[in-house]
């Protein structure tokens, strides 16, 4: 890639770095914490796609 | 007996108000989803250049963050969300032509457009079956999100393999998870903007298939 496309891009997600940074702050400093059942209830889906990737990447590779 | 119950009917206006965001949403999802696919072929057949793609990538973003506020409660909102939905759509033309390329590239595309679909339908029937509320999820996302632009950052001149195969696989928890937090802030009544919402699940399910195409296409062994 083009030495200048690098640098535009970098600037861009910098500039989605610096407008995602106060929502990420407040957030944490404010959003509502989960329990580890409520922990549990999300790891299992996420756990799932992760096995489901693993399953598609398996089937591509054969 | 017919006596005046604001609480039951508070609660039945705010039921019936979340299930018309959450239509209106997939409607309007799955009407951007098909433009989106049409442009993306459109994308492919007129064989646009790389850099072209990544115009029409910041000119959505621009979209997203300069006109999309100004409209997003006004009709005008949906011709955003669907010249953003174009423009990403459109996009995509010039990796889906390199893709195609591979020896195994129909087969490659197709199980990511196939996966995506699967992921997405799966995480959204989970949270809007079992109900939960997924919003303490927001800090956990959002930090992720900041570390995966940084090491996007850093491995755009670093160019490193394996970092990238890292931050598409970080990339793919991050919109599973989101996925799950939008649909969930949808139910409870956190998101009441059907143009916003369709635009958050768009993104999420468009970064999805990009970061799973990405990892298929390194890990088929087709170099």
């Given at each position: ?17 610096w407008?995602l ?11 509502p ?8 209830a999300?790891?299992l ?6 096995l ?6 398996m089937?591509?590779?054969? | ?12 206006d ?11 949403t ?19 057949s007129?064989?646009?250049s790389?850099?072209?793609?990544m ?12 006109v ?6 006004s ?30 590239g129909?087969?490659?595309v ?8 699967v ?13 939960k509320?997924f ?21 755009l ?14 990339i ?20 009441t ?31």
């Open positions: 890639m083009d030495f200048w496309l690098k640098v535009v891009l970098a600037v861009v997600l910098g500039m989605m770095l407008r940074w106060p929502a990420a702050r407040h957030q944490l400093d404010h959003g914490k989960g329990t580890s059942k409520d922990w549990q999300a790891i889906p996420i756990g799932a796609v992760v489901f990737i693993v399953f598609l990447v089937m591509v590779r054969n | 007996m017919s006596e005046f119950n604001p609480t039951v009917a508070r609660g039945r705010s039921v019936l108000s979340t299930n018309k965001v959450i239509r209106n997939y409607i309007l999802l799955s009407m951007t989803l098909v433009f989106s696919a049409v442009m993306a072929a459109i994308g492919m007129m064989n646009l790389s850099g072209s793609s115009m029409m990538s910041l000119g959505a973003l621009g979209l997203i963050w300069l999309l506020p100004r409209f997003e409660n009709t005008g909102g949906i011709v955003v969300v669907f010249a953003i939905s174009g423009l990403l759509g459109m996009g995509l033309g010039p990796m889906l032509n390199y893709y195609m390329a591979m020896a195994n129909p087969q490659l197709g199980t990511a457009l196939g996966g995506t679909g992921i997405f339908l799966g995480l959204s029937g989970y949270a809007l079956t079992t109900r509320d919003s303490f999820m927001g800090g956990f996302l959002f930090v992720g999100l900041l570390v995966v632009f940084g090491a996007m950052i850093a491995n001149f670093f160019a490193i393999p394996a970092l990238a195969l890292a931050v598409s696989a970080g793919i928890l991050l919109m599973s998870g989101l996925i799950l937090y939008d649909t969930s802030r949808m139910i409870h009544g956190g998101e903007n059907y143009i916003r919402a369709t635009v958050g699940l768009y993104l999420s399910i468009y970064n999805l298939f990009i970061s799973l195409l990405h990892i298929l296409g390194a890990l088929s062994g087709d170099d």
